[in-house]
Nanobody
Framework: QVQLVESGGGLVQAGGSLRLSCAAS????????MGWFRQAPGKEREFVAS????????YYADSVKGRFIISRDNAKNTAYLQMNSLRPEDTAVFYC??????????????????WGQGTQVTVSS
């Protein structure tokens, strides 16, 4: 059983940056692909980015490509989401998730077995 805890959310002005962290415990971190998702009020949870267990491959939603960077430090059991050039439409609760199929880059929430509690990101205009 893997436990995930997100941190790093907050309020930022448009054009600013934030770095989210996802600390994992209870499993062998490198054996999980990690994903970031977000959910805005009244909308479905949507894929943001994913990274395989080794960190060698990543995948991004078109809406964040070139602005967000997903990474991981397997020695620290932590995944990160660096968010640059933030826009008001990025406002959402951001969640990290773990997928035991660690070689795959998945975009559907149902593909991930473990979830954090979420962290709020608010971008003001």
């Amino acid at each position: 059983q893997v436990q995930l805890v997100e941190s790093g959310g907050g309020l930022v002005q448009a054009g600013g940056s934030l770095r989210l962290s996802c600390a994992a415990s209870g499993g062998t971190f490198r054996n999980y692909a990690m994903g970031w998702f977000r959910q805005a009020p009244g909308k479905e949870r949507e894929f943001v980015a994913s990274i395989i267990g080794s960190g060698a491959s990543t995948y991004y939603a078109d809406s964040v490509k070139g602005r967000f960077i997903i990474s991981r430090d397997n020695a620290k059991n932590t995944a990160y989401l660096q968010m640059n050039s933030l826009r008001p439409e990025d406002t959402a609760v951001f969640y990290c998730a773990a997928d035991p199929r660690w070689t795959l880059l998945r975009v559907l929430p149902a593909s991930y077995d473990y979830w954090g509690q979420g962290t709020q990101v608010t971008v003001s205009s």
